[in-house]
């Protein structure tokens, strides 16, 4: 450790250590702390009865390869390979697809039976937007304006992205498109190695750049004085820098490492306002070492669900679920390993307020209900299962320290407070998951690079 | 630097962006994100690389300033003359 640093980053999830990365590339002297005993914040994995569960990795949008390839070198880049099905089953309608603007052209031509004229204008006009539109339009009047009463197109549209970040039909229209956008380019990529390779490559490049790492390191607070950030205070001691970011939640940097009392009246009433997205639950199943599964596609998007709502989707029993499959070809260089992480949205509040006894029922009840549905794209799956693990919404608070244990950052206004921080409290920087746009890998990445070029900018003036 | 070497910089920080970049046919008058395909991010690369090579700052609202090889050499040249 040195006595002192030109930036400290809390955090290191995907947008912490990206910004570490950059401003290390800037030659700044750069310590990163972070509260777990892993690097990656939710981009996380844990080892259970000789298997790897990857909590977040799922898939994200090709835009990943020039990012990785520009921002962490060549041989992170490399390993982005492409999971070719996506396997879509509810109700109204059970399809597999690339998830790409080609085949989504096709599919809503062919399966939905809309007009080729009306599908290319829908996308002409995601493709065209951007940051700067207006922020009025909802998403739900953008399907309504192509697609009128096609409960059905909108499920296709939206229910992937409903797990990719959290977002629901009244998100400004924006926000969609500039996601779907993306995962439209080309379809949906992964980390061949998993998330431990991932992080794993990305602490390497960060320690060659010497920048100085500690886990098991729990900021007690940004210091500040007078109005601006000089360093943090971690394990009762004080360590100065330059400048300081915060990779924590942005309300928990807020209310957790800064405190409210040091905010303007103005900065306070629009931080307010800023809404967490929700947050998840996760089941996962390892399947016996020797034993194997057949290719029932790479990403399924499940539901029992009759029509589908955003309130629907995050209910505390709810009929839909995503199956992330990972097969041997996932960690190609480990012993064939086969697990399946079933995912859904959650509110916080529907876990939290359970008692001890209840909160166990629960957690055991949705174990079951996930199983019952694997089974059915994977019949006798179960007597081949020989670890099952599950998370709520407060595991993931106990392992992020996230308000309300949030799975994608907040809403679209927390972007505005994210970026006009360091105009509030000089030298107090955030990135992390916000807006809606800033989530996700790709956008957490992106993220920090952007927090970075503010930080360097901030660091050459001072 | 005179217009020429601001010039080759300006390739070689883009070029050092993205590598595939073609600039056989550039029309220095064209925008450089038509032509070259470059993003906002790849924009945010150069402000930066001009900041740690030059300790230059641009800032956000001049961004619009470096949309052609030719207005980047407009601009920066002032800036750049005496180095």
């Known amino acids: 450790m040195k006595p002192t640093y030109d930036a400290i980053v809390i955090g290191s999830g995907l947008g912490g250590l990206t910004c570490a990365k950059r401003l290390a590339d800037a030659d700044h002297r750069v310590l990163l702390l972070e509260q777990h005993f892993q690097l990656g914040g939710l981009a996380t994995w844990f ?67 809309v007009a080729e004229a009306v599908v290319r204008e829908f996308f002409i006009t995601i493709e065209g937007m951007n940051f700067y539109d207006d922020q009025k339009l909802r998403t739900f009047e953008l399907f309504e304006r192509f697609f009128p009463g096609r409960g059905d197109i909108h499920r296709l549209l939206l229910e992937p992205i409903s797990y990719a970040n959290g977002s629901t039909l009244d998100e400004p229209a924006i926000t969609y498109g500039i996601v779907f ?50 360093g943090v205070m971690v394990d009762g001691k004080y360590i100065p820098a330059r400048a300081v970011i915060s990779n924590a939640g942005i309300t928990n940097t807020v209310d957790d490492l800064v405190g409210r009392e040091v905010l303007s009246e103005n900065f306070c009433e629009r931080f307010a306002q800023v809404r967490v997205n929700n947050s998840s639950c996760q089941v996962y199943f390892g399947i016996r070492k020797g034993e194997s599964i057949p290719d029932i596609g790479d990403l399924l998007f499940t539901s029992r669900e009759e029509q589908f709502t955003s309130e629907a989707l995050r209910d505390l029993r709810t009929k839909s679920r995503t199956f992330s499959v990972y097969y041997p070809k996932t960690r190609p260089d480990a012993p064939p390993d086969y697990t399946i992480v ?60 996230h308000s309300k244990g949030t799975s994608f950052g907040t809403k679209f206004e927390g972007l505005d407070i994210s970026r006009s921080l360091h105009k509030e409290l000089p030298g107090l920087f955030h990135v992390g998951s916000v807006g809606i746009i800033m989530s996700g890998w790709l956008g957490a990445i992106n993220y920090g690079v952007i927090v970075a070029n503010d930080v360097d900018s901030w660091l050459r003036d001072t | 630097m005179n217009r020429e070497e601001i010039r080759e910089v300006l390739l070689e920080i883009i070029a050092d962006i993205d590598e595939e970049a073609d600039f056989t046919a550039l029309d220095a008058d064209k925008p450089l994100r038509d032509q070259l395909e470059l993003d906002s991010m790849d924009f945010l690369d150069i402000v930066m690389e001009l900041r740690k090579r030059y300790k230059l700052q641009v800032p956000e609202d001049e961004y619009p ?18 180095l």
């Open chain 1, 47 to 113: 080892k259970r009865g000789g298997h790897i569960f990857d909590v977040s990795l799922h898939g994200f949008p090709y835009g990943m390869v020039k990012t990785c390839k520009k921002y962490w070198g060549k041989t992170i880049q490399s390993a982005i390979v492409q999971l070719k099905n996506i396997v879509f089953d509810n109700p109204q309608f059970s399809l597999t697809t690339s998830f790409s603007k080609d085949d989504f052209i096709r599919l809503l031509q062919e399966r939905f039976g």
């Open chain 2, 65 to 82: 300033e470096l949309a052609t090889l030719n207005s980047c050499v407009n601009y920066l040249e002032p800036k750049l003359r005496d």
């Open chain 1, 342 to 401: 079933a995912s859904m949205n959650a509110n916080f509040d529907d876990w939290a307020r359970l008692n001890a006894h209840e909160y166990a029922q629960e957690k055991e009840a949705m174990v079951e209900r996930c199983l019952a549905d694997l089974e059915r794209y994977l019949p006798g799956v179960h007597s081949k299962i020989d670890v099952i693990e599950s998370a709520t919404p407060l595991t993931f608070q106990r392992y992020t320290l």
């Open chain 1, 181 to 230: 956008s993306n995962f439209m380019n080309r379809g949906v990529f992964t980390f061949e190695g998993g998330t431990d390779r991932l992080i794993g490559l990305m602490e390497h490049e960060l320690k060659n750049l010497g920048v100085d790492i500690r886990t098991s390191a729990r900021v007690e607070r940004v210091v500040l004085n007078k109005g601006r950030a000089t």
